[in-house]
């Protein structure tokens, strides 16, 4: 995988975990405003399952 391609998966990871880490934001904002038992849950559920793994291989020629 070249540095390129690298990249390009970095970038769309970084976007993938913003977008997580707003809808946790959202559900945070709703459930201080008097949100219920389930926006609790989802939260926790997305704190815990999610993970974002990637390796980078940097090469010099």
């Known amino acids: ?3 390129s391609e690298n990249y390009l998966e970095i970038t769309r990871l970084n976007s993938e975990l913003k977008k997580v880490e707003s809808r946790i934001d959202t559900l945070k904002m709703r ?3 008097g949100g219920d038992f389930d926006i609790l849950m ?3 559920k997305m704190e815990k399952d999610f993970s ?3 390796k980078l291989h940097l090469y010099q020629l």
């Open 1 to 3: 995988m070249g540095s």
């Open 31 to 33: 459930e201080a405003s």
């Open 42 to 44: 989802k939260i926790e």
């Open 52 to 54: 974002v793994e990637y």
